[in-house]
């Protein structure tokens, strides 16, 4: 499966998913900020099968929506594209188009969690069904070995669509218990977890030769996924995924695509960055941290440049991320999103979907709305 730093789920240029027993992966996250995310799971849950807004009313001030960030142009963009995206679902649940990117996990679980992160659960919601569709077109897509692919489909690199399937059962089992997502999902965090490389990471396919810096941040997230919902994720895993993506930073802050090799870009850099944060680190306790997001902040979007084309919507996937666990009232976040939401805004095409060269406006559309739909918050694995 082609892609990764932005236009694609995955590319070999390094460039393209409930209860929190203790915090994320790794160390560090306070009693308080967890109280806060058992919180909005169960208040999700609670507000039943109406809107956004509906759900809002429920949340309380820590953790609702912000609402100064979320214009009413923003807000109808993001009804424009969830509707998009729900009518382009296929019969089997699946998402995708193309000859490369038709049926694709990856693309399919992306499009889940945009409708997750507009408030609609598994079988809640006006797009409750088109979640739990791509919840079961995923777990047909499970091996017995618990990749998760369609053998069926063309890939180039099939642990990226692996990788965002985990995280995407992950995020669905933690709002609904199903027992048969639990199985498989552990399952596929079991050969996350036994196919870590020497080096600490991940690369294209589900052995553990190679890595590379994009790979083994789209594992990372699953893997804090997956601890989240309650999986056991062993601490050897996490802290040898870190030594290798610290090692894979440049004195800039930016990082390379592999150990050896690769300057710093910027959609890797993101995708690096949202790792750390993953692991548990935060700014004060991570120089690391520090450097990468004063990287990032230097391609904050702008009118006058696109940087990046090929890779826009991964790198701004992973900076969005990034740029929220500063803090919405930090020095990053409140000018950061209101640039790449008003750029997003600007790209979107009348149907409501967002054009992904070299992929598919499934594809495009789902980063898109994850981006948007960001301060909402609902999704535990974006929750600081």
């Known amino acids: ?30 009693f308080s900020r967890t109280v806060a995310r058992l919180l909005a799971g169960v208040l999700f849950l609670a507000a039943g099968p109406g809107s956004l807004l509906a759900q809002e009313r429920h949340l309380p001030d820590a953790i609702a929506p912000s609402k100064k960030f979320v214009t009413p142009r923003t807000r109808r963009s993001i009804d424009d594209g969830l509707a998009y995206l729900a009518s382009r679902q296929r019969p089997d649940g699946s998402f995708g188009s193309g000859s490369i990117f038709e049926r694709n996990v990856a693309v399919t679980s992306l499009a889940g ?14 797009y409750g069904r088109n979640v739990t569709r791509a919840v079961d077109f995923v777990l047909s897509r499970c091996q017995p070995n618990g990749f998760i692919t369609d053998e069926q489909a063309e890939y180039h690199g099939p642990m990226y669509g692996h990788g965002f399937a985990t995280l995407f059962l992950a995020e669905v089992y933690g709002m609904t218990r199903r027992k048969d997502v639990r199985t498989k999902l552990k399952a596929a965090v079991d050969l996350i977890v036994n196919t870590q490389n020497d080096e600490g990471g991940w690369r294209y396919d589900p052995v553990p030769k190679e890595a590379d810096v994009s790979v083994t941040a789209c594992q990372m997230m699953a893997l804090r996924a997956a601890r989240n919902c309650g999986l056991h994720v062993p601490k050897e895993t996490v802290t040898r995924c870190v030594d290798y993506v610290k090692d894979c930073q440049h004195e800039d802050g930016g990082f390379k695509y592999r150990r050896t090799r690769g300057e710093s870009l910027f959609p890797r850099s993101a995708a690096a960055t949202v790792a750390l944060y993953n692991s548990g680190l935060d700014e004060e306790n991570s120089p690391e941290l520090r450097r990468a997001v004063k990287y990032l902040y230097r391609y904050k979007p702008s009118d006058a440049v696109l940087r990046y084309e090929t890779h826009y919507y991964y790198g701004h996937y992973y900076a969005a991320q990034a740029m929220w666990q500063t803090g919405e009232t930090g020095p990053y976040w409140p000018q950061w999103y209101p640039a790449v939401r008003d750029q997003l805004v600007g790209r979107q095409l009348p149907s409501g979907a967002w054009s992904a060269q070299r992929v598919c406006p499934e594809y495009g559309t789902a980063m898109s709305l994850l981006v948007l739909q960001m301060p909402n918050n609902y999704l535990p694995i974006f929750q600081k």
Do not use: I
Not at 1 to 7: A, I, L
Not at 120 to 126: F, I, Q, S, T, V
């Open 113 to 126: 969690m945009a409708f997750l992160s507009g408030g609609h659960a598994p079988d809640r919601g006006k």
């Open 1 to 30: 499966m082609r892609g990764s730093q932005g236009g694609r789920p995955n590319d070999g240029n390094g460039s393209p998913a409930r209860t929190r027993p203790s915090g994320r992966v790794g160390t560090g996250v306070t």
